[in-house]
T-cell receptor, first 112, second 113 residues
């Protein structure tokens, strides 16, 4: 079974703090993704990576950066958290050979 | 600009009925169309997917109908059960598997017993 784990289920941070969200997958997948999910807006792609040290901007990259130093780990970084980044953050991974993206359980981030 | 439009936002169906969720897309480069199911507190999970070279795909009680000329696709859930109550997202992708998905806004489905 594919497993995508996210470091925290719930996180509360203050405005201006630097925030790290970690994602780890155990299936040797090449591709990894970060989405945010907001009520009434669905899931929106923030960043994705198709290989170690490679990254591509998604639809809403502003205010975020990512890091992929190891194949199994993909980190989302909020350099200076703002209240409009309060959201559910979902990590996903997929293999190069198949289409299916497997999602983690999500991290609900609240920025006060 | 929303590239995948999903309707309805919410849907209530009686047990045993047919649930139908519709999506329309604009980008003709999209070549992969999955449907994801999400239960509260969980991440989305792939339910069924289709490519535009076929007009229909069926897996158990779940069917995707695809109309390439109209740029529309839909999910039909036959014999809907209370356990099907969840949020459903359609999505689309162009290019290869390394690219991210563009999601619809979701449909909250409730199956009444």
């Amino acid at each position: 079974d594919v497993k995508v784990t996210q470091s925290s289920r719930y996180l509360v941070k203050r405005t201006g703090e630097k925030v790290f969200l970690e994602c780890v997958q155990d299936m040797d997948h090449e591709n990894m993704f970060w989405y945010r999910q907001d009520p009434g807006l669905g899931l929106r792609l923030i960043y994705f990576s198709y290989d170690v040290k490679m990254k591509e901007k998604g639809d809403i990259p502003e205010g975020y950066s990512v890091s992929r130093e190891k194949k199994e780990r993909f980190s989302l970084i909020l350099e200076s958290a703002s209240t409009n980044q309060t959201s559910m953050y979902l990590c996903a991974s997929s293999s190069r050979a198949l289409d299916t993206q497997y999602f983690g359980p999500g991290t609900r981030l609240t920025v006060l | 600009q929303q590239q995948v439009k999903q309707s309805p936002q919410s849907l209530i169906v009686q047990k045993g009925g047919i649930s139908i969720i519709n999506c329309a897309y604009e980008n003709t480069a999209f070549d992969y169309f999955p449907w994801y199911q999400q239960f509260p507190g969980k991440g989305p999970a792939l339910l069924i997917a289709i490519r535009p070279d076929v007009s229909e795909k069926k897996e158990g009680r779940f069917t995707i109908s695809f109309n390439k000329s109209a740029k529309q696709f839909s999910l039909h859930i036959m014999d809907s059960q209370p356990g099907d109550s969840a949020t459903y997202f359609c999505a689309a992708r162009s290019g290869g598997g390394a690219d991210g998905l563009t999601f619809g806004k979701g449909t909250h489905l409730i199956i009444q017993p």
